[in-house]
């Protein structure tokens, strides 16, 4: 989406540096914070579109960001990261973060991902009601499901998950949220979330084993492709 302003949380000049390349390259208008307390300030006062966050600040954690800036904006986050494991994926999720990505990295997988975060906040800022992605439709009025045009049955469970998988599209939403957001705030069943998602993916994937639409983040939870 060109003219969006991307802000980079980012102490390593060298990154910064590449980022800046990236960014300019593909029209969107860069801000820069080295630190977690410029990285709050310039997000209050110049409200970008999408904040690229690395964890490891001089000054904070930034997981600490995360949940500062969740206090008053929604801003998508996506966090870049040297800090890889699952774990880190998952508490970064839960506080807060909408998409990680581990460094190393390359450009076009982050560019993707801004895709992704640009278009999810347009979707919910139009207010629309209709989702559609290749050949998927989501049509959240009617909660009807199509693919090619052809109207697919859902089961009710099956239609909330995929319901709320739309309303984040492109974000990773990890297992215990969407436990949280179907089965309610007690659910810790990820077995019966499993089996859910292949029953969701046998219905809309021309190749189940192989998913165009609803990606697995291993070890993670789901997300539905954007793009």
Known sequence: MPDATILVVEDEVAIRR???AALINQ??????????ADAL??????????VILDLGLPDMDGLEVIRRLRE????PIIVLSARGQERDKVIALDAGADDYVS?????????ARIRAALRRRAFRDDGDVVFSVGDLKVDLARRQVSVADRVVHVTPI???????????????L?????????WGPNADDAHVLRVHMAQVRRKLESEPANPRYVLTEPGVGYRLSAE
């Open 103 to 111: 460094k190393p990295f390359g450009p076009e997988e982050l560019l």
């Open 72 to 75: 008053w904006t929604a801003v």
């Open 18 to 20: 590449f980022l800046r």
């Open 41 to 50: 300030q310039t997000a209050a006062t110049r409200q970008p579109d999408v």
């Open 27 to 36: 029209g969107y208008r860069l801000l820069e914070a080295d630190t977690g």
């Open 174 to 182: 990890t297992h215990r949220q969407l436990l949280r957001e179907v």
């Open 158 to 172: 099956e239609y909330n998950l995929l319901a709320t998988l739309v309303r984040h599209a492109g974000k990773v």
